[in-house]
């Protein structure tokens, strides 16, 4: 997705809060070290993932800390992980347990600290909103896609996306491998905003219901595409689909001809994305694309 005006002060709205998460940091120096370099690198033809990974950075080079949300990702990961029995028997009630699953899933999406849009900035904001975003289900669902799309596949690459909901993503990864699918996890190479990294993972448990795990290899919002560690493109390759979890990993590759299915599974929750997308903001969706392209029903 290339990035728009719109998602300049949403990048740098984020950039001050993270820089005065760990209470030490100059959110000054931080900020500036930001804006000097989303000076130097902004292009309408980049992306809106490349783009934020350069600016994240260049602030991330001006702190005190290299997490500076690791309090709020071990605190949103308790706080979900308190809800997953709820959340399985949401589950096991649904006569779509595929369907329940990814709505358990994309419920957790809020958790997206620090930025623009229909987000939470605190873990602690979740728990009273979880019922109301199941009830909220999935306004978007390819069902006559997607249930073939996972019933058919052996290989499923899960690529994460923020901690706290990644706890809800086990759920549907209990799912699938139920189901005899053989999961790969995909968390980030290294610690940015409060997305899942290979820390995250074992600390929190969730690497015990992957079959295995491989990272991006690299500090970036999602997944670089043009650089991805061997290990991992292989994992993709052997791949039948792909499940993107969130935006970001949307954001890095709406632009790519990816000759695997992927299902992207997020709540729209910025105008750019939505514009990208073509589904309103406020919407929780699944949805298909092979090639660039999005599968029709």
Same mark, same amino acid.
């Given at each position: 997705?290339?990035?728009?005006?719109?998602?300049?002060?949403?990048?740098?709205?984020?950039?001050?809060?993270?820089?005065?998460?760990?209470?030490?940091?100059?959110?000054?120096?931080?900020?500036?070290?930001?804006?000097?370099?989303?000076?130097?690198?902004?292009?309408?033809?980049?992306?809106?993932?490349?783009?934020?990974?350069? *600016?994240?950075? /260049?602030?991330?080079?001006?702190?005190?800390?290299?997490?500076?949300?690791?309090?709020?990702?071990?605190?949103?990961?308790?706080?979900?992980?308190?809800?997953?029995?709820?959340?399985?028997?949401?589950?096991?009630?649904?006569?779509?347990?595929?369907?329940?699953?990814?709505?358990?899933?994309?419920?957790?999406?809020?958790?997206?600290?620090?930025?623009?849009?229909?987000?939470?900035?605190?873990?602690?904001?979740?728990?009273? *909103?979880?019922?109301?975003?199941?009830?909220?289900?999935?306004?978007?669902?390819?069902?006559?896609?997607?249930?073939?799309?996972?019933?058919?596949?052996?290989?499923?690459?899960?690529?994460?996306?923020?901690?706290?909901?990644?706890?809800?993503?086990?759920?549907?990864?209990?799912?699938?491998?139920?189901?005899?699918?053989?999961?790969?996890?995909?968390?980030?190479?290294?610690?940015?905003?409060?997305?899942?990294?290979?820390?995250? /993972?074992?600390?929190?448990?969730?690497?015990?219901?992957?079959?295995?795990?491989?990272?991006?290899?690299?500090?970036?919002?999602?997944?670089?595409?043009?650089?991805?560690?061997?290990?991992?493109?292989?994992?993709?390759?052997?791949?039948?689909?792909?499940?993107?979890?969130?935006?970001?990993?949307?954001?890095?590759?709406?632009?790519?001809?990816? @000759?695997? @299915?992927?299902?992207?599974?997020?709540?729209?929750?910025?105008?750019?994305?939505?514009?990208?997308?073509?589904? @309103?903001?406020?919407?929780?969706?699944?949805?298909?694309?092979?090639?660039?392209?999005?599968?029709?029903?």
């Amino acid at each position: 997705m290339r990035i728009s005006a719109d998602c300049i002060p949403c990048l740098m709205k984020r950039v001050l809060f993270q820089s005065r998460l760990d209470g030490r940091s100059d959110d000054y120096a931080s900020t500036e070290a930001a804006l000097k370099e989303l000076a130097r690198c902004i292009s309408p033809e980049k992306s809106s993932a490349e783009v934020a990974a350069a *600016v994240h950075a /260049a602030a991330y080079s001006r702190l005190t800390t290299d997490d500076p949300y690791r309090k709020l990702k071990v605190e949103a990961d308790r706080i979900a992980d308190s809800l997953t029995g709820r959340a399985q028997e949401y589950v096991n009630s649904s006569g779509d347990r595929i369907k329940a699953a990814f709505e358990v899933s994309v419920a957790g999406n809020i958790m997206d600290f620090g930025s623009s849009g229909e987000v939470i900035d605190d873990p602690s904001e979740f728990e009273p *909103v979880f019922g109301e975003l199941l009830e909220q289900g999935l306004g978007v669902y390819d069902e006559n896609v997607i249930n073939p799309l996972i019933l058919g596949a052996k290989n499923i690459v899960y690529m994460f996306d923020n901690c706290g909901e990644s706890q809800l993503d086990r759920i549907l990864i209990r799912e699938l491998r139920s189901r005899g699918k053989h999961v790969t996890g995909i968390v980030r190479g290294r610690s940015i905003l409060n997305d899942v990294t290979a820390e995250d /993972a074992v600390r929190s448990g969730l690497d015990t219901d992957l079959d295995s795990m491989v990272t991006t290899g690299k500090f970036y919002i999602g997944m670089d595409w043009k650089d991805i560690p061997e290990e991992t493109r292989n994992a993709v390759a052997a791949s039948d689909v792909i499940i993107a979890k969130g935006m970001a990993n949307y954001e890095a590759v709406s632009d790519e001809t990816v @000759p695997i @299915p992927i299902i992207h599974a997020f709540r729209v929750k910025c105008g750019p994305v939505s514009d990208s997308c073509g589904i @309103p903001v406020g919407t929780n969706a699944v949805f298909a694309v092979l090639n660039g392209r999005r599968m029709e029903e």
